[in-house]
């Protein structure tokens, strides 16, 4: 089988391994930057960027794959399965309409809305004609949550307590983020734990891979700035430590109802990654957002644990067959820790040399934000490579992540923390004072 593969972070050389698994599988990679695990596994590459559809669509026409594999967000809201399909190439991922799942924060809080489906926090949209009823809405809520309506990074989002404390910036950040964006979101702060479910989907069959906690914030004990991730972590169970089995079934129910809303509402089936981001809180599972793709790093998690084809499971999903696919998971489980440039995210040192060293056989790593260049590689500006463990125990497979971000020499760092039993503890905990 013939695949395309874009996208060239982490998530992509995971994906691109996970591919190759398959037996015969050859796959042919467009990065925007050179990822040399990515290459290495790749019989073709193509440079260039995501917003370039014409020279993608050259590339696909080239090596006329069997379908494509979208990773990251941007393409999808570039329209690049439109692109393919022009092309008259199928793909794992949903087209410019349907990806916004992601990319409108307001279009899938209404169809929650419109649908009935739960799980939706207390919300209202403004944009600058409306954005005066916002004050009294903010003084409705005892504390609010203000998102952007449009791709962000997963740096857009400001939380009271966190980013402001009171009403007026608040307010202040609503008429920001409209300065770039035709609508903001207002929510009500949630309160408790929260958890990625990625789920494969043809539009009609949802099936939920193992829940994985992500850590957003730079630093040791969630302290600093929002980053894209600075690692994650999954357990043997296929359960988080915070949380029940209802839980997971209730996040994988309202996938399922979305999925069928998609249809409902615009006639098309989405076929790809449906990554809800949720949170266990004292009223119930609520939802934080979608993504329209896996996530970076839980793609880390989740896909070395795959013990199906990915390729038939990716071929499954575009002929809309994903029923007849007994999806399985390894009970294994996984810590994956990011090594980042000094600095990152507001400051990240840039074009420093890296060292790898010798890392042990029980350990994985996956290039993101890197490039090589003759004498070895080097920084860029975002995270580096992800340190994953994989093993039969949290606690084991901490330490093989930790051991192995050690072999990593040069201007980084990394969380220590991630995956640890003194993090997992004050989850716990926290989770308990809620409930109670």
């Known amino acids: 089988m013939k695949i395309l593969l ?20 050859r796959l042919y990679s467009y990065l925007k930057a050179k990822n040399p695990g990515i290459i290495s596994l790749s019989e073709d590459v193509e440079i260039g960027p995501y917003t370039d559809l014409d020279k993608l669509k050259a590339f696909a026409r080239k090596v006329k794959p069997d379908f494509g594999f979208i990773g990251p967000d941007d393409p999808l809201s570039y329209g690049v399965v439109d692109a393919l399909n022009e092309a008259g190439i199928e793909a794992v991922g949903p087209n410019k309409g349907l990806a916004r799942l992601e990319t409108s924060k307001s279009f899938t809080r209404k169809l929650l809305r419109k649908y009935n489906i739960e799980g939706n926090p207390k919300f209202e ?9 916002a004050s009294g809405f903010i003084d409705g809520l005892e504390q609010c949550v203000v998102k952007p309506d449009g791709l962000t990074g997963g740096k857009g989002v400001k939380v009271q307590g966190d980013h402001f404390t009171a009403k007026k910036e608040a307010l202040e950040y609503c008429n920001e983020v409209l300065q770039a964006h035709p609508f903001v979101i207002v929510e009500e702060k949630l309160e408790g734990e929260e958890f990625s479910l990625q789920c494969l989907t043809d539009g009609k069959t949802v099936i939920a891979t193992p829940p994985v906690q992500d850590h957003k914030r730079a630093f040791i004990d969630d302290k600093g700035s929002n980053t894209g991730g600075m690692g994650s972590y999954s357990c043997e169970d ?4 915070f949380m029940a089995k209802k839980d997971a079934e209730d996040g994988l129910e309202i996938t399922k109802k979305v999925a069928d809303a ?17 949170i266990v809180t004292k009223h119930g599972l609520k939802l934080l957002e979608y993504n329209a793709r896996f996530g970076d790093p839980e ?37 994956c820790k990011y090594v980042v440039p000094e600095g990152y995210p507001d400051n990240p040192v840039k074009n420093e040399k890296i060292e790898i060293g010798k890392i042990s056989q029980d350990a994985r790593l996956y290039y993101g934000s890197v490039d090589k260049r003759n004498d070895g590689l080097y ?6 490579i992800g340190c994953v463990g994989i093993a039969d125990s949290l606690d084991k497979a901490e330490r093989i992540a930790e051991e192995a971000t050690k072999s990593i020499k040069g201007k980084v760092f990394h969380r220590e923390d991630i995956g640890t039993k003194r993090l997992i503890e004050r989850k716990i905990m926290h989770m308990k004072q809620i409930l109670e």
Request: aromatic share 8%; proline share 2%; glycine share 8%.
């Open 6 to 25: 874009l996208g060239n972070g982490a998530r992509e050389h995971v994906i691109a391994e996970t591919l190759k698994k398959s037996k015969g599988t």
């Open 262 to 278: 998609i249809h409902k509402e615009t006639g098309e089936y989405y076929r790809g990654i449906m990554y809800g981001g949720f």
């Open 238 to 241: 296929h359960l988080l430590p």
């Open 125 to 133: 949209i403004f944009d600058k004609n409306n954005i005066d009823d």
């Open 299 to 335: 793609a880390m998690n989740v896909l070395p644990l795959l013990e199906n084809d990915f390729a038939e499971v990716c071929d499954s999903i575009i002929k809309q067959q994903l029923h007849k696919v007994k999806i399985k998971f390894q009970k294994m489980a996984t810590v």
């Open 379 to 384: 920084l860029t500006a975002s995270r580096a």
